[in-house]
């Protein structure tokens, strides 16, 4: 047996990704050189390191149960033990004494009883044995319930025909979205690529993608980040393509092969023209038009203006910059967040708000030197924050398990919802209601949460109408349809769901093979993408 620190760090790694600690996972991947080690991520399974730990805790417990002979003790443990005990050689040795101890006692009272199947021995047999079946038997059916809540109903079920899994990413594919105007999927991943998949009717070969390496300039050489890829955004026309990365640039890609000028920002030797395209048919290649590098540190999120003159970026660095899509250059950083910047979301062509690990949401305007506003409330740090479609009310949510509506008409928040048990991860707007395609149906907000569970909200009136509990594990992501009547959402269960709206019934279901991290809809309504852990990107065919 061999055990390496990089594979113990790696599943530590891991771990606080899936736990929703992906700050104190960033911190501990910096530190730790995960990026340099050579573990393939998409082989190592969820929950590896629990997994792991369970064996070794079932193996001490064995342990426990052993004579030093190597004979089982004639009967069950006195208790199950617990992780901290397990690593306490006291502990252990304790009750392994208390075992002995307990053994002997019954072999005395054996020999003082009279030999009858009804004595003290016979008794406590009985009973130890209808205890193992009841253990045994309560195992199983709790087993047959867990199984039965796992599967999905046969007249839901995406069948195998309708969902077409694409491979190539080497990582966890944490991000994925639609091109606004074609049917081409963009992913993200920590592989340090992104990728755009074509799967426009007229694609030949049906499998066409279209790699995005992100690299960084060395000795002269381009060679790979090995960062994540932790964000993705089409301009709106979708002819452009922004990518941040966890190695602190943001990048700008053409998606026909058409290269735009090249700019040269604050670091010039990182401007670099690239192209790269590998596997099956290629139709199309795409280039690097412009990289932008102020961030000093990763970027959690890039944001394209509606109008496609702005990008708007949030950092590690606690800060968010507004860039000049067309000159590369950084119009306006805004230093005002404490802690990391998490997310960013405009409400016009030149005002946006941003949230952080230091509880506050700033709502910012190109042009002022401080926050026209300042939103305080939250208890912890807010994961992710979204204006309605009107720009007039904002959503937020955050590691303190409530959603909270704010106006900039108040300092106060209009509403605080609070339903969630565990840490709420993303929050979306559905796009009804006045200003939008689809004025006739009501507004809703949807919430997903670390608590497996995902709730639909009445924002007018404060409450909660739907709450969706066919998830097994924390969900990552959701997202409304173009019309607004469907919802998909995204688990670690490797399940994607898409629930009616008006009634919260599940209509399709489809299992992956990795956990979900992002969903997403086609701008037609009728086909979902999800990104996976296991670096896989499935697209889902909703047409009948």
């Known amino acids: 047996m061999s055990i390496s620190s990089d594979e113990v760090n790696f599943l530590v790694y891991r771990y606080l990704q899936e736990s929703g600690f992906s700050h104190s996972a960033f911190t501990f991947g910096i530190e730790s050189?995960?990026?340099?080690?050579?573990?393939?991520?998409?082989?190592?399974?969820?929950?590896?390191?629990?997994?792991?730990?369970?064996?070794?805790?079932?193996?001490?417990?064995?342990?426990?149960?052993?004579?030093?002979?190597?004979?089982?003790?004639?009967?069950?443990?006195?208790?199950?033990?617990?992780?901290?005990?397990?690593?306490?050689?006291?502990?252990?040795?304790?009750r392994q004494q208390a075992y002995r101890d307990k053994l002997a006692q019954q072999q005395q009272?054996?020999?003082?009883?009279?030999?009858?199947?009804?004595?003290?021995?016979?008794?406590?047999?009985?009973g130890e044995g209808?205890?193992?079946?009841?253990e045994e038997n309560g195992s199983h059916a709790l087993a047959n319930h867990h199984s039965e809540m796992m599967e999905v109903d046969r007249d839901v079920e995406i069948p195998q025909s309708k969902a077409m899994v694409l491979r190539g990413h080497e990582s966890e594919v944490f991000i994925c979205a639609w091109n606004p105007v074609n049917d081409l999927l963009a992913s993200g991943s920590g592989d340090?690529?992104?990728?755009?998949?074509?799967?426009?009717?007229?694609?030949?070969?049906?499998?066409?993608?279209?790699?995005?390496?992100?690299?960084?300039?060395?000795?002269?050489?381009?060679?790979?980040?090995?960062?994540d890829v932790t964000s993705l955004d089409w301009n709106s026309e979708g002819t452009l393509l922004a990518t941040g990365s966890y190695d602190g640039f943001a990048r700008i890609w053409t998606k026909d092969g058409k290269p735009l000028c090249l700019y040269h920002i604050i670091q010039p030797c990182f401007?670099?023209?690239?192209?790269?395209?590998?596997?099956?048919?290629?139709?199309?290649?795409?280039?690097?038009?412009?990289?932008?590098?102020?961030?000093?540190?990763?970027?959690?999120?890039?944001?394209?203006n509606k109008k496609g003159n702005f990008i708007l970026s949030a950092g590690v660095d606690k800060t968010t910059i507004i860039w000049d899509a067309h000159t590369?250059?950084?119009?306006?950083?805004?230093?005002?967040h404490s802690a990391p910047a998490l997310d960013v979301d405009w409400q016009s062509n030149n005002t946006f708000a941003s949230c952080s690990t230091?509880?506050?949401?700033?709502?910012?305007?190109?042009?002022?030197?401080?926050?026209?506003?300042?939103?305080?409330?939250?208890?912890?740090?807010?994961?992710?924050?979204?204006?309605?479609?009107?720009?007039?009310?904002?959503?937020?949510?955050?590691?303190?398990?409530?959603?909270?509506?704010?106006?900039?008409?108040?300092?106060?928040?209009?509403?605080?919802l609070q339903a969630h048990s565990k840490e709420i991860y993303t929050i979306k707007w559905s796009p009804t209601g006045p200003g939008t395609n689809n004025p006739s149906a009501n507004l809703m907000l949807a919430s997903a949460s670390f608590d497996s569970t995902v709730r639909l909200w009445d924002v007018e009136r404060g409450v909660c109408i739907h709450t969706l509990t066919?998830?097994?594990?924390?969900?990552?992501?959701?997202?409304?349809?173009?019309?607004?009547?469907?919802?998909?959402?995204?688990?670690?269960?490797?399940?994607?769901?898409?629930?009616?709206?008006?009634?919260?019934?599940?209509?399709?279901?489809?299992?992956?093979?990795?956990?979900?991290?992002?969903?997403?809809?086609?701008?037609?309504?009728?086909?979902?993408?999800?990104?996976?852990?296991?670096?896989?990107?499935?697209?889902?065919?909703?047409?009948?």
């Open 328 to 336: 590369g250059e950084a119009k306006q950083q805004f230093p005002f």
């Open 271 to 304: 401007v670099f023209y690239f192209s790269s395209v590998i596997h099956e048919s290629i139709l199309f290649s795409g280039n690097l038009a412009s990289t932008l590098g102020q961030h000093k540190g990763p970027i959690f999120a890039l944001k394209w």
């Open 358 to 416: 230091d509880m506050c949401i700033h709502v910012c305007k190109l042009g002022q030197d401080r926050p026209v506003k300042t939103f305080q409330g939250h208890t912890n740090e807010v994961n992710a924050i979204k204006w309605d479609p009107t720009g007039s009310l904002l959503a937020s949510c955050s590691d303190d398990m409530t959603l909270k509506i704010w106006s900039m008409k108040q300092d106060m928040c209009v509403h605080d």
């Open 470 to 544: 066919r998830h097994q594990e924390p969900v990552y992501s959701v997202a409304f349809s173009p019309d607004g009547r469907h919802l998909a959402s995204g688990s670690f269960d490797k399940c994607v769901h898409i629930w009616n709206t008006q009634t919260g019934a599940l209509v399709h279901s489809y299992r992956g093979t990795g956990g979900i991290f992002e969903v997403c809809w086609n701008a037609t309504g009728d086909k979902v993408g999800a990104s996976a852990s296991d670096g896989s990107v499935c697209v889902l065919d909703l047409r009948k």
């Open 192 to 227: 340090s690529t992104a990728r755009i998949w074509n799967l426009s009717e007229n694609s030949t070969g049906g499998s066409t993608q279209l790699v995005l390496r992100h690299c960084i300039r060395e000795g002269g050489q381009d060679v790979p980040s090995n960062k």
């Open 109 to 126: 009272q054996a020999a003082a009883g009279s030999g009858s199947s009804t004595g003290p021995q016979g008794g406590n047999k009985n």
């Open 33 to 94: 050189h995960i990026s340099q080690s050579n573990i393939n991520g998409a082989l190592v399974p969820p929950a590896a390191l629990i997994s792991i730990i369970q064996k070794g805790l079932q193996y001490v417990e064995a342990e426990v149960s052993i004579n030093e002979d190597g004979t089982l003790f004639d009967g069950r443990p006195i208790e199950s033990l617990s992780l901290i005990d397990a690593v306490m050689p006291d502990v252990v040795q304790t």
């Open 130 to 134: 209808a205890a193992a079946n009841g």
